[in-house]
């Protein structure tokens, strides 16, 4: 079964810091990343990794200040988050991409008070 599971969402303060990860089991995958989804909002792009670790896109909204990055042997990818913004508050979800197929995680809220 394949799988992805998210951690290290919460509640934090603006200007502060967050770092979620996402292990994935039963497969590995070309491209691993995360998207965002704000209530009535649609889900939204953050960052992606290619497999390699060497070609990240960030959305422009994050730039300088998220970090991605991945770890081939722990079969996981990671998203630090610094001086996060309440417009940060979503449930972040973590995917990764197998050919033409996507695998989504099942989210994990993240809250950012003013």
């Known amino acids: 079964q394949v799988q992805l599971v998210e951690s290290g969402g919460g509640l934090v303060q603006a200007g502060g810091s967050l770092r979620l990860s996402c292990v994935a089991s039963g497969s590995t995958f070309s491209i691993m990343g995360w998207y965002r989804q704000a209530p009535g909002k649609e889900r939204e792009l953050v960052a992606n990794i290619n497999s390699g670790g060497g070609q990240t896109n960030y959305a422009d909204y994050v730039k300088g200040r998220f970090t991605i990055s991945r770890d081939n042997a722990k079969n996981a990818v990671y998203l630090q988050m610094n001086s996060l913004k309440p417009e940060d508050t979503a449930v972040y979800y973590c995917?990764?991409?197998?050919?033409?197929?996507?695998?989504w995680g099942q989210g994990t809220q993240v809250t950012v008070s003013s």
């Open positions: 995917y990764g991409r197998r050919y033409l197929t996507s695998t």
